[in-house]
């Protein structure tokens, strides 16, 4: 980096705050399966939205492209300084503001982990309706950035239903801020629909203001398992027509559970070694027991489903399907594609699927069955080289092999009529796929948003309509 735009970076938010020692900015230079590996030429960590301003105004008048980052648990490259970019981390922006138990609503910084703001709703009796396996470290304006969805999509919808207001800094260093989290607002462009799902190109979100839901105390959770995937589905109407606290709706394959249990597997119950398995939770005030029995009793179950007794047993139930991510990792950085597909066509989907693997990779395929989003992930074919400085493997770039298997799982998803892109965003990994799903036209106008909030092309250059 330039060393006046330093020097003017180190007056806005202190010598401390600004990285550029490699040993320190290392951790801020590769993502969370190791598959995305850059090197930040500096990591900036500002403690309010007039620093982060000056920040991009600075980045803006030298044209110094930034990526911004959050918890870095995002799982398409998008938080990576890919091109030796300045990592802005929003961490210190962890404010949390009273909440607002009339309007069930509260204003947070950018920066709070997902954890900390579930506990602090909780405190007021209240509870937040998104929440996900990176919970104690990914942030709120990288899930407002990305969209996360989740495990309680089923019930609550994803960030972009929570999201009440924004405050954020543009590509050329102004700030929108809109945090009145008014019910019925119609005074122009909806800016905070906008910059949620932007994946950072578009401006730095600073603080949101977000929807609260009631807190449920009482619950019941349940594995249920299947014969077959097909039938697995089937059920999944049945629960969703018939549960109205359905509160998640979870599908693990034998494969994916095989692996999170290890040895254990062979001793698990047979609702846990059923060949398709459903993880089904229902929250209510009131306990749930008895609705949930009396549905599950009409399903064609494969075993007897396993209901968990008090909040330890929950918790391991969750651990099961929570820890299929970091069981898969532990075979090496994979090749990791989420994916929606109609809940219709999810059976045919899976059964396909094979053909488009090669042999001798692995496969393993899960996720929030209540919203047809699948994570499929593909073991054994990615290569790693050692690194002799000590720390975990680079990961070579993709060669052929990745790209055709890639190619070919996101080209089925397109004919059963999914989304190349459920919940983690297009990131750097899915660049190139964008035209698979999104038209030349609708490509066009996402390149003029961009070049009008983001003048200077300098707010993640690499992510999302990268080459714009
Ligand atoms: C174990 C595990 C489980 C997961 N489960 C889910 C899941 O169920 N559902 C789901 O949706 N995701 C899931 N994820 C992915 C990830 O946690 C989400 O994408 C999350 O929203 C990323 O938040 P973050 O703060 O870590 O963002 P980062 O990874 O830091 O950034 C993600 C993107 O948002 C941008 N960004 C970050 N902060 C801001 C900001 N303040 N303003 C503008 N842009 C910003 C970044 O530039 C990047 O493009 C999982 C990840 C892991 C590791």
Redo the contacts with the bound molecule.
Sequence with gaps: VDPDVLAKLRAIVGERHVLVDPDLTAGYSV??TGRFRGSASAVVRPASTAEVAAIVRICAAGRSPL?????????VG??VPMAGEIVVH?GRLDHLEPVDTVAAQVTVG??VRLALLHEHARLAGLAFGVD???RD???I??????N????NVVRHGMMRQQVMGIE?VLGDGSVVSHLSGLPKDNTGYDLAGL?TG???TL????RARLRLVPRYDERVTAVLGFADVKAAVGASGHLRRRLADLDALELMLAPGIALVLGTDYASAPDALRAPAVLLVEVAAHLDPTDAFASVVERLDLAAVPLVAIGSEQRARLWAIR?GH??AIGRLGPPIKLDVSVPIAEIARFVAALPAVVPDGAGLVVFG?LGDGNLHVNVTGVLRSVANEGGGPPPVLPPDATVESIEHDVLTLVVAHGGSISA???I?IAKVRHLTMCRSAEEIAAFRAIKRALDPHLIL?PS?LVAGT
Aim: net charge negative; glycine share 28%; proline share 0%.
């Design positions: 993502d969370w990526v911004v980052q959050g918890g870095n648990t995002g799982l998008g938080s929003l950018a920066g996900l396996g990176a470290s990914c942030t304006g990288g899930m407002i950035a990305t996360a969805g989740g495990i954020a910059l932007s994946e950072g401006g730095v979100i600073t929570e991510t970091e929030h919940e983690h965003g990131g993640n992510v």
